[in-house]
Every structure is written in C-alpha cells, then in structure tokens.
C-alpha cells in the first residue's frame, strides 16, 4: 500500500496567488522528506529537502523565498509556492525513507499536478 | 557530475516478448542505483535498489543486474500491465543530502497483448 500520501492530486491558481502541497508518511515517522520536481519528458529534479524542526536545505538554483517548505511534525510536510508564475508549472512530488537510513529506498507521493494560468 | 542515461527512450514489445533496458551510469561512488516504475500521472513505484556491482533482484517478471557502469532492468514474458515509463536513478556517495538521486530519463514501455 502507499506509503506517502500527497494533497491534492492537482491544482490550478492563477498567477500571483500561493498554493500549498501537503506531504504525509502513513504509518512511519519521517524526520527528513524531499521535494522533487518534474517537468514533462524530462527528470524528476531534486528541489529541497525538510528537516523536521529545522529549517529545508535546498538544492542550488531553487529559490527558497519562492518555494517554501515547513516540515512542523514526524509525518506532515509542506511545501508552499508562492507567488506562482506559469513557468512554475510542473508536477510536484515528494518522498520519504521510510526508515530515514542512507541508501534506504525512497518512496514517493502520487505528486501533484500545478497549473499557473 | 553524476549522470544516468537510460536507453531505449521507448520499447513496444509484444506480450510475452523479453526485453531489457539499460541504465548507463557515472557517479564519483556509487552508494546505491535504483528501479522505479512511473505511471502516467502518478509518483515513482519503488521497484529495486542494487548496492554492488554483480548483486542481482528479481521480482515477479522484473530482474534487475549490476555492473560498475550500467545496470538492466529485465522484463521476462511481459504483460500489458508492464506497460509504464520505468526509471533508473543513482545515489552518490559522500552527497550533502542522501535523498539526492539522480535520475535517467526513463524508457517508456509499451506492451501490447
């Protein structure tokens, strides 16, 4: 079954409004989560990750004012986009260890789908 | 810089008709390569992770193989149900983050019954 739960599935926001995609480990506790992101036939990308009660590392190029992550409890992380423009179109998944070891597999959300119109 | 080159871009096979695809990796030490399945719309499925050059993983009609410059994702008598975009991705070791992979970009597998 799944083991990272990601809402909502898809969303649409018109540009220059914010939008928040929640991240959730389902029956695991995860002190660390990563964001990635996918544009359409291309990698996914590794955009941040959240540190549970500490502030998210992100990856060089990603705009941390724009993007920002809250990682507030062991399952629930946050990442917010704001001020989205089209170009931030994309779709949006995060992942978590589910025993936040090194080399341990990632397991990934069912992502979210963002359209800035 | 790390780099994962998967080939073909896509595959059309028949059903029961066995194939590979080929994940080429560099990497400044590989700590472990992994096999994803993504279908369209949806997160990456965790499928293997490969730690050291000669491990092998089977799982029902996947088997996956390493060596210390690609990897193999076999597909035994596919069936349409296989059809997905598969990816292969590689942790570094010594990585500032360990969720860091990096991933190829995948080889869209279409089998018809």
């Given amino acids: ?117 | 810089e790390d780099q994962v080159t998967q080939s073909p871009e896509a595959l059309r096979l028949q059903e029961g008709e066995s194939s590979s695809l080929n994940c080429s990796y560099t990497v400044s030490g590989l700590r472990g390569l992994f096999w994803y399945r993504q279908d369209p719309g949806k997160g990456p499925e965790f499928l293997f992770t490969l730690y050291s050059a000669g491990e092998e993983k089977e799982k029902e009609r996947l088997k996956a193989t390493l060596t210390k410059k690609e990897s193999f994702l076999h597909i035994t008598a596919p069936k349409p149900e296989d059809s997905a975009t598969y990816l292969c991705a590689v942790q570094a070791a010594g990585g500032t983050s360990y969720g860091k992979l990096t991933f190829g970009q995948g080889t869209i597998l279409t089998v018809h019954p």
């Avoid at chain 1, 004012?65 to 989205?84: G, W």
Wanted: charged fraction near 15%.
């Fill in chain 1, 1 to 117: 079954g799944a083991v990272v739960s990601q809402h909502p599935s898809w969303v649409i926001c018109k540009s220059g409004t914010s939008v928040k995609i929640e991240c959730r480990s389902l029956d695991f506790q995860a002190t660390t989560m990563f964001w990635y992101r996918q544009f359409p036939k291309q990698s996914l990308m590794l955009m941040a990750t959240s540190n549970e009660g500490s502030k998210a590392t992100y990856e060089q190029g990603v705009e941390k004012d724009k993007f920002l992550i809250n990682h507030a409890s062991l399952t629930l992380s946050t990442l917010t986009v704001t001020s989205a423009h089209p170009e931030d179109s994309s779709f949006y998944i995060c992942s978590a260890s589910r025993d936040n070891r090194i080399n341990s597999p990632l397991h990934f959300g069912n992502g979210t789908r963002l359209t800035v119109t």
